[in-house]
């Protein structure tokens, strides 16, 4: 399986700075540094159609950030999961903390999206995690069961279609990485939950000096990153979490 390297750039980069970030990222980075893992870039909608040309000739996947769980219809400001999926989306992010706690997103309107997302063939990145002061009040596992439960609920033995991404939510956004420990504990418990084996990855202040001690533990598959992912030398040296090696790069793969 190959590690999952995930860049959610959230409401940031405008269409030129997308172009920008994406070209200098496939200048740094090696196309055998790639062969074990795959890298998704997750950009605002707007910049979804200058993504997928670009990286059309390369190994690197597309994601969005959100999907509506109608397929379309009278739902102003909202974005169909058929259309991202139509402009090259593989994955989306379903129920990332931002949209939760800021936007009040429930696990029931997650379960929707999720249902839809793998009815029309997208992979979700559905985003579990505990808040600092669940944390601290012993809730970690309960809030995660609760989320996972409900929000897989009626589809249990198809959460291996999807990426499970642990994101403390204390950890995201803060410079607050979890320790190993922690994130491996709760890996473990979310995958003794899962029917199947899943996918299982790590997200909350991943960054290029913490990423070879995460990715070096079995239970973690891969990250999802924010702010280390809007930085093209941060994220490339993100990817290489092994050493670099001096190979061509993915910007000469589509001569
Ligand atoms: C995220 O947005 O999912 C995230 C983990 O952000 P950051 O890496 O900035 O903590």
Not at 135 to 161: C, M, P, W, Y
Not at 226 to 243: H, N, T, V
Request: aromatic share 6%.
């Amino acid at each position: 399986m190959k590690a999952i390297i995930a860049g959610n750039w959230k409401m940031n980069k405008d269409n030129g700075q997308s172009r920008e970030l994406v070209l200098k990222l496939m200048s740094l980075v090696g196309i055998d540094e790639l062969k074990n893992r795959q890298v998704i870039l997750i950009p605002p909608f707007t910049s979804l159609s200058i993504l997928a040309e670009l990286v059309m000739n390369s190994p690197i996947k597309l994601g969005a950030q959100n999907m509506h769980w109608e397929r379309s219809g009278a739902f102003t400001g909202e974005v169909s999961g058929v259309f991202i999926k139509q402009l090259g989306c593989e994955y989306v992010i379903i129920g990332h903390s931002e949209r939760r706690h800021l936007m009040g997103e429930t696990n029931k309107e997650i379960n929707r999206k999720l249902k839809t997302a793998l009815d029309i063939g997208l992979i979700a990145i559905l985003c579990v995690g505990e808040t600092g002061a669940e944390r601290d009040a012993g809730q970690t596992e309960s809030v995660i069961e609760k989320q996972l439960t409900q929000g897989l609920e009626g589809f249990e033995n198809e959460a291996h279609k999807m990426i499970i991404a642990y994101e403390p939510v204390w950890a995201i956004g803060t410079g607050k990485t979890a320790t190993l420990e922690q994130a491996v504990e709760v890996h473990k418990f979310i995958r003794g939950l899962l029917k199947k084996p899943s996918t299982i990855i790590y997200g909350g202040s991943v960054k290029s000096d913490n990423i070879d001690q995460l990715m070096a533990h079995e239970e973690i598959q891969g990250v999802l990153v924010g702010g280390a992912s809007l930085d093209p030398e941060s994220f490339a040296r993100i990817i290489q979490y092994q050493k670099f090696l001096d190979k061509p790069k993915i910007s000469d793969s589509s001569d």
